[in-house]
């Protein structure tokens, strides 16, 4: 590991403890056995270094959510999605969403992202902001894009598109949370999300 990726490793350990705006670059060289010049040789500022980690999660979920042929970065959801959702069993889906909050809740890189994003959302607007887009806004307008085309196909019973995305991932991401704050019940929470979403496809049909 060069001098470059253990700065960035430092950072995200405290940033995801304490916050970013809680943590100074000088909480970052010390640890390292680096002064905080050395450090600004590497980076211009604590902001770099943050931006540097979105992007390294970025990429991770990118390739995640493609395996799972969903593509949240599109104005419009991609035919493939539409096809691939159109055709799913309910052990597919079923599957496809646990693998997607086995990989939030274990991927150490990810699951420090999210608690710094976490601590840090109180701290500034902008944090705040950008935990609610990551967190919440993206995949609600994602599914509620696709649900619509579903709807539109007749694969899935006509209703309110947004409140069906609502009722989708909600249960998921409140699942998720208490994962986050008690491990010890996390197959619990793998049990309880997949009998909601075999529920949700018999209710939707």
């Known amino acids: 590991m060069n001098t470059k990726e253990m700065i960035l490793e430092e950072a995200l350990r405290q940033f995801s403890e304490k916050g970013f705006a809680a943590t100074s670059m000088s909480d970052i060289a010390k640890p390292l056995g680096i002064t905080k010049a050395a450090l600004y040789?590497?980076?211009?500022?604590?902001?770099?270094?943050?931006?540097?980690?979105?992007?390294?999660?970025?990429?991770?979920?990118?390739?995640?959510?493609?395996?799972?042929?969903?593509?949240?970065?599109?104005?419009?959801?991609?035919?493939?999605?539409?096809?691939?959702?159109?055709?799913?069993t309910s052990d597919k889906l079923c599957e496809s969403v646990l693998k997607f909050v086995e990989f939030t809740m274990t991927d150490t890189y990810s699951v420090q992202v999210r608690h710094m994003l976490t601590m840090s959302q109180f701290q500034t607007p902008e944090l705040g902001e950008m935990y609610t887009r990551r967190y919440v806004d993206a995949m609600l307008e994602y599914d509620e894009k696709i649900f619509k085309e579903l709807m539109k196909r007749g694969v899935m019973?006509?209703?309110?598109?947004?409140?069906?995305?609502?009722?989708?991932?909600?249960?998921?991401?409140?699942?998720?949370?208490?994962?986050?704050?008690?491990?010890?019940?996390?197959?619990e929470c793998m049990?309880?999300?997949?009998?909601?979403?075999?529920?949700f496809m018999e209710m939707t049909k």
Do not use: C
């Open 41 to 88: 040789k590497h980076f211009e500022s604590k902001q770099q270094i943050f931006d540097n980690i979105i992007e390294g999660t970025k990429a991770r979920f990118v390739e995640l959510l493609d395996s799972l042929s969903m593509h949240l970065l599109e104005e419009k959801p991609a035919k493939k999605d539409v096809d691939y959702y159109s055709n799913i």
């Open 191 to 199: 049990n309880a999300i997949k009998n909601h979403v075999k529920n």
């Open 157 to 187: 019973k006509q209703s309110d598109p947004h409140q069906m995305a609502l009722y989708f991932v909600s249960p998921v991401y409140m699942y998720m949370g208490i994962w986050d704050r008690q491990p010890n019940r996390a197959k």
